[in-house]
């Protein structure tokens, strides 16, 4: 993907879609583009949190450790290319709540906690954006321990 394909991608992503072109284009060029392979860990839960990923190409599970199921582990959601990732840990200076899995081959941009709160000192747009999103987390999370809790006998 190039620059430009990279600038209009996150021209696309909500976080990013009021900021100017030129403004992306350093984004892009100081963020640092990973690929990982299916089912490898961009980062595990307790880890510290040193940056946020954008998804660019593929997917990526979200998952946390869950000692009472079968498989130790609980996916909360599958997110795809233009989903941002890992922000709460940098936001909130808190170990990873979650743990990130590529499911299939992924490319993201990897954008480091300090050029994160850059970006959202010079754009505060962005900090709503990020507020909406994690609003947005959090009622889907209540909304499913709703009907955990509602399928289950008391």
Do not use: W
Not at 58 to 87: T, Y
Not at 109 to 131: H, T
Request: glycine share 6%; with cysteine.
């Amino acid at each position: 993907m190039s620059l430009v394909e990279e600038v209009a991608l996150l021209k696309s992503i909500p976080l990013f879609a009021k900021i100017e072109p030129s403004k992306l284009k350093l984004l892009a060029f100081t963020s640092e583009r990973l690929a990982f392979d299916p089912d490898q860990e961009l980062f595990h839960q307790g880890d510290m949190g040193d940056a946020a990923y954008i998804v660019i190409d593929g997917e990526v599970a979200i998952s946390i450790d869950a000692p009472a199921a079968p498989s130790g582990r609980i996916e909360l959601a599958k997110l795809g290319r233009g989903a941002i990732v890992g922000e709460i840990a940098i936001l909130c200076d808190v170990p990873r709540t979650a743990t990130v899995t590529s499911t299939g081959k992924t490319v993201t941009l990897r954008i480091s906690k300090e050029l994160f709160f850059r970006l959202i000192e010079e754009f505060p747009q962005i900090a709503v954006e990020v507020m909406r999103e994690l609003a947005h987390r959090l009622e889907k999370t209540n909304l499913q321990l709703r009907e955990a809790r509602a399928g289950k006998p008391h």
